[in-house]
């Protein structure tokens, strides 16, 4: 197969903007460099001092992990250098992070990023991940980005990706027609084209969640945990129960084979754990544009109206008829809106 990498790829579709100039295909770009370098980081962790922990808790009182910490410094800095981008919002930094320079004076979008997904996993070698999510400024151009940039609705994103570090290192983002991947070749250092067009299955036999949570789920959850455990050939149950603890790792292996993620509202995260800005946004872009669907139990997740940057609200995210499926029971079990 000819080869394609991510920067022929952008520019062929740069067409698809009539008037774009150019902007969101640079930032694009500078998205891939900082994930190559985040990737290298991340295959040899275990050799350099960049596992474990840094000793710090971040807004969200987590423990802070050195690769988090490295990630976030490569997408900033890259960024910054791109001069595409004038404000950053990102999961390892309490406040938005404003943008203003001569290079990035005229700089018209705002990205929201979680540069490090599943960080749990990295001193375990199981895949970890970098999401983000790309809005167009709604301040005013030559001057820093603000956080209204960042309260939109998840409709209004420009574009979504995430990079998954696994056993081969792949970028997944979508404009808004349709979702590709790109497999990075380190023999040449690009991104090269390897899954066009993707499209999650309507049905998958998967589903993911994390069941040590169990007792104080919801009892819409309950219910639907109960219906994927049940023997049905004609519905091909009892499902398999996948879950790995990486959001990127586990909601990408969906993607391809179709399946069902739900991280519901819990005793320790009574709004669900996941983020909407920078977690919850982005992957429902993505899974809409591949046929599927993101809800949180109840309402279409880019529909949902957000009023802080590091909110975090209820996720039930894959293959449409599956979530659907969940929708019944929340409705019939767990009427209470989020
Ligand atoms: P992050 O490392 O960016 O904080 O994200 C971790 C998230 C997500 O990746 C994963 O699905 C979830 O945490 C796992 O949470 P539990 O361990 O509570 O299941
Ligand atoms: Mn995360
Ligand atoms: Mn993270």
Redesign the pocket.
Same mark, same amino acid.
């Given at each position: 197969m000819k080869v394609k990498t991510l920067g022929q790829f952008i520019i062929e579709r740069q067409s698809d903007f009539p008037y774009a100039k150019g902007e969101l295909s640079r930032l694009l770009r500078d998205i891939g460099i900082a994930s190559k370098i985040v990737n290298r980081a991340v295959t040899k962790a275990g050799l350099i001092e960049i596992l474990g922990e840094t000793g710090d808790t971040n807004v969200?009182g987590?423990q802070v992990k050195k690769l988090d910490v490295f990630a976030n410094e490569q997408f900033i800095a890259a960024f910054k250098a791109g001069g595409e981008v004038c404000a950053i919002a990102s999961?390892e930094n309490d406040d938005i992070i404003p943008i203003y320079s001569d290079i990035s004076k005229n700089a018209k979008y705002v990205v929201g990023i979680?540069p490090?997904? @599943? *960080?749990?996993n990295i001193d375990v070698n199981v895949s970890v991940g970098t999401i983000f999510a790309i809005y167009r400024r709604k301040s005013e151009v030559d001057s820093a980005g603000q956080l209204s940039d960042f309260l939109q609705s998840g409709l209004k994103q420009i574009a979504a990706g995430y990079v998954v570090y696994g056993s081969s290192c792949m970028l997944v983002y979508s404009t808004g027609r349709g979702v590709n991947g790109f497999t990075l070749d380190p023999s040449i250092g690009e991104f090269c084209l390897s899954h066009p067009d993707i499209k999650i299955p309507e049905h998958g036999k998967i589903y993911s969640i994390?069941e040590g949570n169990y007792l104080r789920f919801p009892d819409g959850v309950k219910k639907y945990i109960k219906y994927c455990q049940e023997e049905d050939k004609s519905t091909d149950r009892p499902y398999s129960s996948r879950?790995i @603890? *990486?959001?990127?790792a586990?909601f990408h292996r969906n993607l391809m084979k179709g399946g069902i993620f739900i991280?519901p509202s819990t005793a320790k995260s009574p709004q669900g754990?996941?983020r909407l800005l920078y977690?919850c946004h982005p992957m429902a872009f993505i899974v809409e544009q591949a046929g599927g669907m993101a809800t949180d139990g109840f309402q279409r997740i880019l529909e949902k109206k957000i009023a802080l940057l590091h909110q975090r609200t209820p996720l039930f995210i894959g293959s449409k008829a599956m979530v659907e499926k969940a929708m019944e029971f929340m409705r019939e079990f767990s009427s209470e809106k989020v």
């Open positions: 969200h987590e999961e979680d490090l997904d @599943g *960080s749990g994390n879950y @603890g *990486s959001f990127v586990d991280y754990k996941l977690e």
